[in-house]
T-cell receptor, first 113, second 112 residues
Framework: EPEVTQTPSHQVTQMGQEVILRCVPI?????FYWYRQILGQKVEFLVS????????KSEIFDDQFSVERPDGSNFTLKIRSTKLEDSAMYFC???????????FGSGTRLTVV | QKEVEQNSGPLSVPEGAIASLNCTYS??????FFWYRQYSGKSPELIMS????GDKEDGRFTAQLNKASQYVSLLIRDSQPSDSATYLC????????????FGKGTKLSVKP
C-alpha cells in the first residue's frame, strides 16, 4: 500500500537553530499538508500546499516556518529559528483530488533543547 | 473559533463488546467527517469517512452522522484488545482545501 514517508523520525536541535523536516507524499496525490501535535494535545493544522504554492496556513505558521517542494517528490517544512515550544510531532499528509481522506506519514518528533 | 469536541475518556470496554465514541462540532456548514485511529506515539490512521446523514458501515466499524445535531459517532462492534487506541474525530474546515480540524481524541481501552 502506498505510504507517505517522513525523515528523520526524530530530530533534536538547539534553540535558535534551523531544522528541515522532509516528506515524500504519495506519488499521485496533489494536496499536501503539514500538521503538528504537541504531546498530549490535538493534531493542529499548519499549512496546505497545492499546485506548487501554499493554499492556506494557520496562525501557528508564522514567518519562522516555510514549505517547499524542491523537486517532483519531496515536500519540506523548514523552521528557521526553533523555539522550545516548537517541540512536537510533525506530520506530513497527502490526499488525492477526489477525496478528503488523508494519508499521514509516520511523523518526525522534534525536540528543541 | 471552529471546534470539534470529544470526551477524552478513557473509555473502557470488555473484549467483544460494542464501543461507542462520540463527537460534536461547531461549524454547521461542515460537510466531511472522519475518524482516525492513533496508537500511542504513532501517526493518525484513517478508518472511516462520512459525508451524508445516516449510517455508514465498514466491517466492524459504523460511522453515524446527524448534521442537524452536529454530531458524529463511531461504533466498534466485537471490540478487540488491538482496538485499544485514541480515536480522533476530524471535520473538514468549510471553504478550505481539505484542512481538517481535529478533536482531542477519545482513548479507548479494550480489556481481554
Amino acid at each position: 500500500e502506498p505510504e507517505v514517508t517522513q525523515t528523520p523520525s526524530h530530530q533534536v536541535t538547539q534553540m535558535g537553530q534551523e531544522v528541515i523536516l522532509r516528506c515524500v507524499p504519495i506519488s499521485n496525490h496533489l494536496y499536501f499538508y503539514w500538521y503538528r501535535q504537541i504531546l498530549g494535545q490535538k493534531v493542529e493544522f499548519l499549512v496546505s500546499f497545492y499546485n506548487n504554492e501554499i493554499s492556506e496556513k494557520s496562525e501557528i505558521f508564522d514567518d519562522q516556518f516555510s514549505v517547499e517542494r524542491p523537486d517532483g517528490s519531496n515536500f519540506t517544512l523548514k523552521i528557521r529559528s526553533t523555539k522550545l515550544e516548537d517541540s512536537a510531532m510533525y506530520f506530513c499528509a497527502s490526499r488525492p483530488s477526489d477525496s478528503y481522506g488523508y494519508t499521514f506519514g509516520s511523523g518526525t518528533r522534534l525536540t528543541v533543547v | 473559533q471552529k471546534e470539534v469536541e470529544q470526551n477524552s475518556g478513557p473509555l473502557s470496554v470488555p473484549e467483544g463488546a460494542i464501543a461507542s465514541l462520540n463527537c460534536t462540532y461547531s461549524d454547521r456548514g461542515s460537510q466531511s467527517f472522519f475518524w482516525y485511529r492513533q496508537y500511542s506515539g504513532k501517526s493518525p490512521e484513517l478508518i472511516m469517512s462520512i459525508y451524508s446523514n445516516g449510517d455508514k458501515e465498514d466491517g466492524r466499524f459504523t460511522a453515524q452522522l446527524n448534521k442537524a445535531s452536529q454530531y458524529v459517532s463511531l461504533l466498534i462492534r466485537d471490540s478487540q484488545p488491538s482496538d485499544s487506541a485514541t480515536y480522533l474525530c476530524a471535520v473538514n474546515e468549510r471553504g478550505s482545501q481539505g484542512n481538517l480540524i481535529f478533536g482531542k481524541g477519545t482513548k479507548l481501552s479494550v480489556k481481554p
